[in-house]
């Protein structure tokens, strides 16, 4: 048994240690995003990657259809990213050196995800943000960014700045929205680097895509302003284009009339 694990530990004695400061990495929601290794010179035995909580498997196959693959010979890409996906990670990659010797380098990476959002007046809004690495939300607002949710805080232990705000599970909700809850918020770890940033507006179409009543009313009073500006600028037209044509009619009938006194005379 001793004779096996020796090549083992005899292969763990030439693995060294190199660090690296944080790689900031940012992505849209849905989108993708490439963690790269920086180390296409080198012949790459094996690459294993880590979030905070837990070990990722990444897809080193071809035609890989796993959602976390390998491109190149250490290049994470993350597919369809998800707001969960944001936070730190760690890529560990083994490769041999000039003396055939194993060494490790460890990346690291902070992946910042952004998103869009788009709520109707009156409706729920709610930012999937309190990640569990997440330690507060922020509002960006006219006076700066506003704290509305920090971990273990605010009203009723639940971290929420106001009794519109409540949290289920990894959700934030704001109750009853208005056009003052637009903007944008962020959601910060304990070290005050962003993991979340949602752009929220406000909707202009209810739940069917269509047109809310609110802005069929605009819509059709714009219509009717635009509708009576041609009409006014149709009638001006017409009545310069008659005044111009009876000021000629006229002119030509004065002419005449000189003329033939003249030949009287």
Not at 91 to 106: G, K, M, S
Not at 169 to 179: A, E, K, N, R, Y
Not at 237 to 253: M, N, P, S, W
């Amino acid at each position: 048994m001793i004779l096996l694990l020796l090549p083992l530990l005899l292969l763990l004695c030439f693995i060294s240690y190199s660090g690296s400061s944080t790689k900031p990495v940012s992505g849209i929601k849905g989108g993708i995003v490439t963690l790269s290794c920086g180390s296409e010179d080198r012949e790459i035995v094996d690459i294993r990657l880590f979030s905070v909580w837990k070990h990722i498997p990444v897809c080193e196959e071809r035609n890989c259809s796993g959602r976390v693959c390998k491109e190149g010979s250490c290049d994470v890409i993350i597919n369809d990213l998800r707001l969960s996906d944001a936070g730190k990670y760690f890529l560990r990659v083994y490769y041999t050196n000039d003396q055939r010797e194993l060494e490790r380098q460890i990346r690291e990476y902070h992946l910042h995800i952004h998103d869009e959002i788009s709520v109707k007046k009156g409706e729920d809004l709610k930012l999937d943000v309190v990640l569990i690495n997440a330690d507060k939300v922020e509002r960006n607002s006219r006076s700066g960014w506003t704290e509305v949710w920090r971990r273990g805080h605010g009203v009723r232990g639940h971290g929420v700045s106001s009794d519109r705000l409540t949290v289920s599970d990894q959700t934030l909700i704001i109750h009853d929205f208005t056009v003052t809850d637009t903007g944008t918020y962020r959601a910060l770890d304990s070290n005050n680097e962003a993991l979340i940033t949602v752009t929220v507006t406000e909707s202009v179409l209810d739940s069917k895509g269509n047109l809310s009543d609110t802005e069929h009313r605009h819509h059709w009073i714009l219509l009717v302003a635009l509708t009576v500006v041609l009409v006014v600028l149709m009638v001006l037209i017409t009545v310069l284009i008659y005044r111009r044509r009876h000021r000629d009619y006229f002119k030509g009938e004065s002419t005449e009339f000189r003329g033939q006194r003249t030949v009287g005379v």
